[in-house]
């Protein structure tokens, strides 16, 4: 997968903290210059009373300034399963590639069985992968080659089943029923700062399935080089508290 930002709110953190310092001066801060806003605020420097004033708000659960910076992700190349589980969370923005009108009568079946279009999961190569919701342990590796021969040759007929079914003149929106849950969506997903946390602490969890997981690692990591102050007391003081966050 690859994750992209598309473009964002810029100086986020100045538009958080004048949003905060809003609620608690008599001046209007649309009057008054930033540096004026943030005086009564420790630090020697702007930047290290920007850093007091945005650990201060997460630490005390005043969430609503974060909820004023914007930012747009491009996703490429996750599963029509990872995307199920992202699309469940509200106050977010999603276009979706159609498989209505995106067709794969291009793609070689022999491709797919070697690992394109379709994403393969790490429990049908990998003899020592334990999953969430497994009944059973590590397996051996005669166990995961026949897994893996499985999961291969079963992704290729999909892909030719509905190949064939295009060319017997089905459309591809009906057409595209025959494709297994594993077939690879591209995602344009917008969100404020503070949803970005409240999905991380649900989607980058230990229990999270692993692909969303590393989606939302991804999509962290780009938010870190866009809002780097929020991000950077989040990663050490808040992440995994699922639903603190939540709008």
């Known amino acids: 997968m690859e994750v992209t930002l598309l473009e964002a709110t810029p100086d986020p953190e100045r538009v958080i903290c004048t949003a905060a310092r809003n609620d608690y001066l008599s001046e209007f801060v649309g009057d ?4 004026e806003a943030m005086a009564d605020i420790e630090g020697e420097t702007i930047e290290e009373k920007q850093r007091t004033l945005i650990g201060h708000l997460l630490d005390h ?5 974060f909820e004023h910076p914007q930012a747009t992700f491009a996703i490429k190349g996750v599963s029509r399963s990872c995307m199920a589980q992202i699309t469940r969370h509200r106050h977010v923005s999603f276009d979706i590639q159609s498989m209505r009108y995106v067709s794969f ?11 394109a279009m379709v994403v393969t999961p790490p429990s049908a190569t990998d003899p ?3 999953g969430r919701n497994q009944s059973s342990g590590p397996v051996d590796e005669e166990t995961v080659a026949e897994r893996e021969r499985i999961f291969r040759e079963t992704v290729r007929n999909a892909v030719e089943s509905y190949q064939d079914l295009l060319d017997l003149g089905m459309p591809p929106e009906d057409a595209r029923f025959v494709l297994p849950i594993g077939t690879e969506v591209n995602i344009v997903m917008s969100l404020n700062a503070r949803m970005l946390m409240h999905v991380a602490d649900m989607r980058a969890a230990a229990d999270s399935q692993w692909e969303i997981r590393e989606m939302t690692e991804a ?4 938010a870190a080089e866009w ?8 990663e050490k003081h808040m992440k995994g508290r699922k639903n603190r966050l939540a709008p």
């Open 32 to 35: 008054i210059s930033f540096e």
């Open 61 to 65: 659960g005043h969430f609503g300034p």
């Open 105 to 115: 009568d291009e793609v070689d079946p022999a491709e797919v069985e070697d690992g």
């Open 128 to 130: 020592e992968w334990i």
């Open 219 to 222: 999509i962290l990591d780009r």
């Open 227 to 234: 809002c780097p102050m929020t991000f950077d007391h989040y």
